[in-house]
């Protein structure tokens, strides 16, 4: 049951927090398009691990990620008045980078489909 539950946490502060990067966030360092992929909150809702995949070139990446990290505390007041828990979880942003992988990949295997074709 209790992982039921965390499951629900973590889709519901994903949620959340997109919607709050998307619209209330105002930092001018954040000039890339930012995907929260991913949130797991430890079992005692203490902690939150969200996983953020930012688009952009390199240096976007990082002003973006800055900023995003600056903001956490404000990000997470203002999931704290949208969600009703005991604890909002203190939030630890981790750059995602799974995307570009997946899109290195595609790009390997279309090579080798090319040069097999040849």
Not at 38 to 54: F, G, M, Q, W
Not at 56 to 75: M, P, R, Y
């Amino acid at each position: 049951m209790a992982k039921y539950r965390t499951g629900r946490i973590n889709e519901e502060m994903k949620k959340e927090i997109s919607a709050i990067i998307m619209n209330g966030l105002k930092d001018p360092r954040i000039t890339a398009m930012i995907t929260i992929t991913d949130v797991e909150v430890t079992s005692d809702l203490r902690y939150a691990k969200v996983y953020a995949s930012i688009f952009g070139t390199e240096q976007q990446k990082e002003e973006s990620f800055l900023g995003l990290k600056n903001s956490a505390g404000f990000i997470r007041r203002e999931v704290g008045k949208r969600i009703q828990l005991r604890y909002v979880p203190e939030l630890i942003f981790v750059m995602d980078d799974t995307i570009d992988k997946g899109m290195h990949i595609d790009e390997l295997i279309r090579k080798a489909n090319e040069q097999k074709g040849n």
